[in-house]
């Protein structure tokens, strides 16, 4: 068994030897002498390898150096790809034996890279390219040793679609759908998207405080009786945002509190006017018996800054006389059909102070005002407050019971003129009368300053007028007088039980 093992042994190292004289006989020739079968889209060849020796002398994992083998054994290489992007392209292969220094891996025929590992990632490619790929194994010493090369046809996966930039288009009807003191609810229709539209970002002002996927909002935390800006935009999953749809609207107003002087009595507000426009549904533009204004007096009747102001000028002229200006200038209820019998009447306002001014807030007979026959009713009148510029510290209340010019003459309280130590034209203050069905109290800022009597005739529906008149009981404007003269109204207020 000895001698049989010997010879065994020595069998095998003579095939070992020939097989390396064949292979280096081959490699000295250029002649291909053995070729891995075609596996799929893969490619085998045995060709010299490249004379430049790789960076370094492999190292075997125990850290010993490689040597070349004394026989080299080709089996059926395989070649795959393993994965796919729009960028790089992943493969794999097996199927060489015996010692490998390293493997070589081509793009398109050019080397791009070593590697010792038997998977290599192509990177940093064009998407929706193809490409031929290939692996050559490195054998024997780093001096020249034969190469057998695989190659794989692959492609990179579709390129990606373009980066979206549309914008989604403008919310439309923007719209306030309900309000209250502190709060306002708007709508919109929706926007539209090439892609999709992923919400909405909502604004009060310039800031944006919230989003939302709906096409509705309710802002909130609001202050009341106040306008308020608001903008809506549309955004989409790539974050273009629409252009801003903008509105302002107004919260309702500010609960208002009882006055003092009535206040736990059992009054309701039964109608209030803040100014934040002039409804013309509710207001007339001129006492019954006067003349429309002329539209050429542009500041005539105006709000801003939520305040009524009523203007006379010596610089609106009436009718075709050329010395005929500085018109009265009223607002009332009478049209609207407002009218109120007892109650508390009050309204915050601020009158310039110069001769000739005439504010005044007034209750006037409704019957009177809409008889054919003047004096078919007799009129009776309540003055919650009257001014005369030359007397800016003077507080006027009086009640009427006959101003309709007809028999019987008119009677009125004698206590209707009061000092009240404070000049009147140079704030805002408060006006008030409490009407009941035997007396009127006059108040300045809830403070009581005079009462007075009722008169029988004026048991009867009044109607609301604010005013700047001319003149009154004391002098015409002069040349002291400022070419406008204001009465400004923040609000109205009526109180009922």
């Not at 944006?208 to 999953?237: I, N, Q």
């Not at 005044?360 to 009776?380: M, P």
């Amino acid at each position: 068994m000895r001698a049989c093992g010997r010879s065994i042994f020595a069998l095998t190292s003579l095939v070992l030897l020939v097989n390396v004289t064949q292979v280096a006989s081959a490699a000295g020739s250029g002649v291909e002498r053995q070729s891995a079968p075609r596996v799929g889209t893969a490619h085998s060849t045995a060709s010299p390898l490249d004379r430049s020796p790789p960076p370094i002398a492999p190292l075997h994992r125990s850290g010993k150096r490689l040597h070349p083998p004394f026989g080299i054994s080709f089996s059926r290489l395989r070649i795959s790809v393993t994965a796919v992007t729009d960028s790089s392209i992943s493969i794999a292969w097996s199927g060489w034996h015996g010692a490998v220094f390293g493997y070589r891996v081509f793009k398109d025929g050019v080397l791009v890279g070593w590697t010792w590992d038997d998977e290599f990632m192509f990177t940093g490619l064009s998407c929706d390219t193809s490409y031929t790929l290939g692996v050559a194994s490195v054998r024997g010493a780093w001096k020249q040793s034969p190469r057998a090369t695989i190659t794989v046809d692959a492609r990179t996966a579709d390129c990606p679609a373009p980066p979206d930039s549309e914008a989604p288009t403008v919310p439309g009807n923007l719209h306030a759908t309900a309000t209250t003191a502190d709060s306002i609810t708007l709508a919109w229709d929706a926007s539209t998207d090439n892609v999709g539209v992923a919400g909405y970002g909502v604004y009060d002002d310039v800031t944006r405080v919230d989003s939302t996927s709906e096409t509705s909002y309710t802002f909130v935390k609001l202050s009341c009786g106040a306008v308020h800006s608001f903008a809506v935009d549309a955004s989409d999953a790539a974050g273009n945002r629409s252009e801003r749809a903008t509105l302002d609207a107004m919260t309702a107003p500010c609960p208002i509190a009882e006055p003092l002087p009535i206040a736990g009595q059992g009054y309701r507000l039964v109608f209030g006017d803040e100014f934040n426009s002039l409804d013309r549904a509710v207001w007339d533009d001129h006492i019954w018996y006067d003349d429309k204004p002329d539209p050429a007096w542009s500041t005539y009747q105006t709000v801003h800054d939520g305040e009524l102001d009523l203007t006379s000028s010596r610089n609106f002229f009436w009718g075709t006389c050329p010395t005929c200006n500085w018109p009265i200038n009223t607002v009332t209820t009478l049209s609207s059909g407002k009218t109120f019998q007892y109650g508390y009447f009050e309204a915050r306002m601020k009158w310039t102070g110069a001769t000739g001014s005439w504010p005044a807030f007034w209750l006037y007979s409704y019957q009177h005002s809409i008889d054919t026959d003047q004096c078919a009713h007799q009129a009776g009148e309540i003055d919650v407050m009257e001014g005369q510029g030359v007397e800016p510290n003077v507080f006027y209340g009086t009640v009427h019971s006959n101003t309709n010019g007809c028999s019987p003459a008119d009677d009125q309280n004698g206590n209707n003129w009061q000092p009240v130590g404070t000049n009147l034209t140079t704030d805002f203050h408060t006006y008030a009368a409490l009407w009941t069905s035997t007396s009127v109290t006059w108040y300045l800022d809830d403070k009581e300053i005079m009462s007075a009597p009722t008169y029988a005739t004026d048991d009867q529906p009044m109607y609301l007028l604010l005013q700047m008149w001319i003149g009154g009981w004391s002098p015409e404007p002069d040349l002291t007088t400022p070419d406008f003269l204001h009465t400004e109204v923040d609000w109205v207020h009526v109180w009922r039980k």
